[in-house]
């Protein structure tokens, strides 16, 4: 497998694929710190593009905050190039800050509006990082499938509305969230949690079951659902709530009912660990 460091070697060996094969190519964008959940990115992908996988390892200094995590998160590359290449990535794309935000760089890409709901409300600026590094990978490795969890929902319809206003050919495919065994959604993150903190953490899940649970027993009403939620939340008093929300997945406005293809969605602060799950419901 190899790896690529430069936005020219990952264009080639895009282009050098539409020239030599038929077939898709498909990207999966990473921060690193590889777990189950981009595990089942990278086999997603390779099933629908067998061959002709790139998945970026790259840590994104502009969707930090200036008190976020940047410097600490985790960054286990040479365990992540191996899942990923036994998951079925073909290249590893790899650059550095200098190459994704070249010395003079001035161009953004900020999608208004949707970029400050959700987790953009809570993190300024966080979802005009995303879109920016997104695109850009987008315009290095020209995919025709790009493949994201989720869990990072409010993500996913930021970067459906930059595909779509910028007419990019680059399809999202969004595949499930995975969690742990006791229902924790899997995140890079979790690895910051004590062992206290992780028994703490699953009220998270747990909030998502009772939502989920209402709207199967024929419960419509947003505030009722929402409500229940924070009971449930309440549980676990040493969580701190950021949001709990029932929103349109395609505008990340408050929905008027908890109908079908509604988006739930929690953000907490653990300990001094921000985690998010979320649920769309049926």
Not at 10 to 18: N, P
Not at 230 to 247: C, G, I, K, S, T
Request: charge should be negative; include cysteine.
């Amino acid at each position: 497998m190899q790896v690529l460091h430069t936005v020219e070697e990952l264009r080639a060996w895009s282009r050098g694929l539409r020239c030599s094969e038929e077939g898709l190519i498909g990207l999966v964008p990473t921060m690193g710190a590889l777990h189950e959940g981009h595990a089942s990115l990278v086999r997603a992908a390779a099933l629908q593009c067998p061959g002709r996988v790139a998945v970026s390892i790259f840590v994104n200094p502009t969707q930090f905050g200036p008190s976020e995590d940047f410097s600490r998160y985790p960054r286990t590359f040479a365990a992540d190039c191996e899942m990923a290449e036994r998951e079925g990535a073909t290249v590893i794309f790899a650059p550095s800050v200098e190459e994704m935000y070249p010395a003079g760089a001035a161009t953004i890409v900020d999608v208004e509006g949707l970029s400050e709901r959700l987790d953009g409300k809570s993190r300024p600026g966080h979802f005009r990082g995303v879109a920016t590094v997104v695109a850009k990978l987008f315009i290095a490795a020209e995919p025709d499938l790009a493949f994201f969890g989720q869990k990072d929902a409010a993500q996913v319809a930021v970067l459906r509305k930059l595909v779509a206003d910028l007419r990019l050919g680059t399809k999202l495919v969004v595949c499930p969230i995975v969690r742990e065994p006791d229902g924790l959604a899997m995140s890079s993150r979790n690895v910051y949690l004590s062992p206290e903190e992780r028994k703490q953490a699953l009220v998270l899940s747990r909030a998502i079951k009772r939502v989920e649970q209402l709207t199967r027993e024929g419960e419509r009403r947003s505030d009722a659902v929402i409500d229940a939620a924070r009971r449930v939340l309440a549980e676990e008093p040493a969580v701190r709530v950021d949001y709990v929300e029932l929103v349109d997945w395609e505008t990340l406005l408050p929905a008027t009912t908890a109908g079908p293809g509604a988006l739930f969605a929690v953000a907490a602060w653990v300990g001094n660990t921000r985690l998010i799950d979320n649920a769309v419901l049926a």
